[in-house]
């Protein structure tokens, strides 16, 4: 790391000799260490997603690996990540990973059923998804996948698709999908392979 200085004030907390890591100094750690404990899950976001073992391609298609209450307006709504596995186009048994944003209503009313929104292709987090949430909308979205919509193609998609239309909360007659350029493509993708779609 050179640096000509002649146009510039340069300092440093260990002095100006940057480059001699003798000069750094150093920070005194922890001799004890501790686990955070992890943050109890709200009883109306278990009761939803109460699986938390390995998925399998049936029964338990959607293990619950995190769950965290989030603020809708004032009143308390739910981020759920999930894993699932779905055979990929050459037959090879594949993990893929799910975000629900599940609005108020789930909570203040236990048993009923309400309105998913599916946004292909791209993942979209908490603030987009505000505006249905307060509508009473569940939402969700593939997450954390490293391909572009394109090049992972549709079947993690279908998949997903076909398991969260059986959510005991999920009104299967009130289904949309949406997504913009690659997640526009991955839409109609979905459209043609699941029915009934209130939009598209």
């Not at 946004?119 to 307060?134: H, S, T």
């Amino acid at each position: 790391f050179q640096v000509d200085p002649a146009k510039m004030k340069i300092g440093g907390l260990f002095g100006p000799d940057i480059d001699n890591a003798k000069n750094w100094g150093y920070l005194k750690l922890a001799d004890t260490t501790t686990e955070a404990s992890q943050a109890e899950v709200p009883a109306w976001l278990e009761a939803l997603f109460p699986y938390t073992e390995q998925p399998d391609e049936f029964t338990n298609r959607l293990q619950r690996t995190e769950a965290s209450p989030l603020d809708v307006d004032g009143k308390p709504g739910g981020q759920i990540t999930c894993n699932f596995i779905y055979p990929e186009i050459d037959g090879k048994i594949m993990t893929g990973t799910v975000n629900f944003f599940l609005p108020p209503i789930l909570n203040e009313q236990p048993g009923i059923r309400v309105p998913l929104l599916h946004v292909a292709g791209y993942e979209i987090d908490a603030n987009g998804v505000m505006a249905y949430l307060k509508e009473g909308i569940a939402v969700s979205t593939v997450h954390a996948h490293t391909l572009n919509p394109l090049s992972r193609g549709p079947k993690l998609e279908w998949a997903l698709l076909l398991a969260e239309r059986r959510l005991p909360f999920v009104d299967d007659a009130q289904v949309f999908i949406q997504g913009g350029s690659a997640g526009g493509y991955m839409t109609l993708m979905l459209t043609a392979e699941t029915f009934p779609v209130v939009c598209a």
